[in-house]
């Protein structure tokens, strides 16, 4: 589970012009990824982990094990040294019980485990402003700390010293942070958001419009479906052919709207009995047991055929699969 950090912003700017005012934006951080390491402070003889080992896969190329958890998920690099990286988990909280999970798992076949040196290495840590950003004069005030080449990355690169932290900054408001951990991805959004504030996308005449004359919206009213039959008109009229009841808005009383009975083609021919021919147009059903008389294939050309069996005059059927009962 992702975990979820909430701010409250206050911004000091003023609207002029008797602008309606912005309420206090709250910007919730989404912990993405937090990754740990730490050491067993024993040799680890990788051949072992990858036979024995649940969930393992043994990678040669690099000189390491991979082993997987459900709960919490996450992926661990395990080396020989003994020393063990964890990734994937949301929290600092989830992190350690899943290195501890690993800890344990590497006791159960067979080796001196002592858990020791735990440590969260990365925060990855994401957030959306709730308006866009003019990323190229942000990236031309900020010369310093920001570096933005559009050629290779659409964002702007925005390095905090204290703390600690890297920012990735776009356009439509979306903040990535890196930082050493929970603490200072928190941190670092509290200080970029003045600076972005003041680079926002200003509002158009028509948004501003809007944000006037914007009211609360109306409680539902369950008798008043006419709204809902414009927003879904074409599922209405698919209810309709298939003759289920539903309600206009303008009748007294629902309606129902009985489909149109199809119209028999005198050039069409289905082969079979007649109880079985009307069994099949009722419930459009495929019976298996007459797979060649009841498949639904129907003949431009109409042919007449004595009653009985048909004697195979060449064709792929044979006598067994073609046969007639009635004259025509």
């Given at each position: 589970m992702?975990?979820?950090?909430?701010?409250?912003?206050?911004?000091?700017?003023?609207?002029p012009d008797?602008?309606p005012?912005?309420?206090?934006?709250?910007?919730?951080?989404?912990?993405?990824?937090?990754?740990c390491?730490?050491?067993?402070?024993?040799?680890?003889?990788?051949?072992?982990?990858a036979?024995q080992?649940?969930?393992?896969e043994?990678?040669?190329?690099?000189g390491?094990?991979?082993?997987?958890?459900?709960?919490p998920?996450?992926?661990?690099?395990?080396w020989?040294?003994?020393k063990?990286?964890?990734?994937?988990?949301?929290?600092?909280h989830?992190?350690?019980?899943?290195?501890?999970?690993y800890?344990?798992?590497?006791?159960?076949?067979?080796?001196?485990?002592r858990?020791?040196?735990?440590?969260?290495?990365?925060?990855?840590?994401t957030?959306?402003?709730?308006?866009?950003?003019?990323?190229?004069?942000f990236?031309?005030?900020?010369?310093?700390?920001?570096?933005?080449?559009?050629?290779?990355?659409?964002?702007?690169?925005?390095?905090?010293?204290?703390p600690?932290?890297?920012?990735?900054?776009?356009?439509?408001?979306?903040?990535?942070?890196?930082?050493?951990?929970?603490?200072?991805?928190?941190?670092?959004?509290?200080?970029?958001?003045?600076?972005?504030?003041?680079f926002?996308?200003?509002?158009?005449?028509?948004?501003k419009?809007?944000?006037?004359?914007q009211?609360?919206?109306?409680d539902f009213?369950?008798?008043?479906?006419?709204?809902l039959?414009?927003?879904?008109?074409?599922?209405?009229?698919a209810?309709a052919?298939?003759?289920?009841?539903?309600?206009?808005g303008?009748?007294?009383?629902?309606t129902?709207?009985?489909p149109?009975?199809?119209?028999?083609d005198?050039?069409?021919e289905?082969f079979?009995?007649?109880?079985?021919?009307?069994?099949?147009?009722?419930?459009?059903?495929?019976h298996?047991i007459?797979?060649?008389?009841?498949?639904?294939?129907?003949?431009?050309?109409?042919?007449?055929?004595?009653?009985?069996?048909?004697v195979?005059?060449?064709?792929?059927m044979?006598d067994?699969?073609?046969c007639?009962?009635?004259?025509e």
């Amino acid at each position: 589970m992702i975990d979820n950090l909430s701010l409250s912003l206050e911004t000091k700017e003023t609207s002029p012009d008797n602008e309606p005012q912005e309420e206090q934006p709250e910007i919730d951080i989404v912990i993405n990824n937090v990754v740990c390491s730490f050491s067993v402070r024993c040799h680890l003889n990788l051949h072992d982990i990858a036979r024995q080992g649940h969930n393992v896969e043994f990678r040669r190329e690099h000189g390491m094990v991979t082993m997987k958890l459900r709960r919490p998920y996450t992926t661990a690099s395990i080396w020989s040294s003994g020393k063990i990286t964890c990734t994937g988990a949301t929290s600092e909280h989830q992190a350690k019980i899943a290195a501890r999970r690993y800890s344990r798992c590497l006791q159960k076949l067979g080796f001196n485990v002592r858990f020791r040196n735990f440590r969260i290495v990365n925060v990855l840590g994401t957030c959306s402003m709730p308006f866009g950003i003019m990323i190229v004069n942000f990236s031309e005030k900020y010369k310093k700390d920001a570096s933005y080449e559009p050629e290779l990355h659409p964002g702007v690169t925005y390095k905090l010293y204290s703390p600690k932290a890297t920012l990735k900054i776009f356009s439509t408001g979306s903040i990535t942070v890196t930082a050493a951990s929970v603490a200072f991805v928190q941190a670092a959004i509290e200080q970029i958001f003045p600076l972005v504030y003041e680079f926002r996308k200003k509002r158009t005449p028509i948004e501003k419009q809007a944000m006037a004359k914007q009211q609360p919206p109306p409680d539902f009213d369950p008798h008043d479906v006419d709204h809902l039959i414009e927003e879904d008109r074409e599922g209405a009229l698919a209810e309709a052919e298939e003759g289920l009841t539903y309600w206009n808005g303008t009748a007294d009383e629902p309606t129902m709207q009985q489909p149109e009975e199809e119209q028999p083609d005198d050039e069409l021919e289905t082969f079979g009995d007649d109880a079985d021919v009307r069994t099949r147009n009722n419930t459009k059903a495929i019976h298996k047991i007459n797979s060649i008389r009841q498949n639904g294939k129907k003949r431009r050309m109409r042919q007449l055929r004595p009653s009985g069996r048909a004697v195979n005059d060449g064709d792929s059927m044979s006598d067994d699969d073609l046969c007639v009962s009635d004259y025509e």
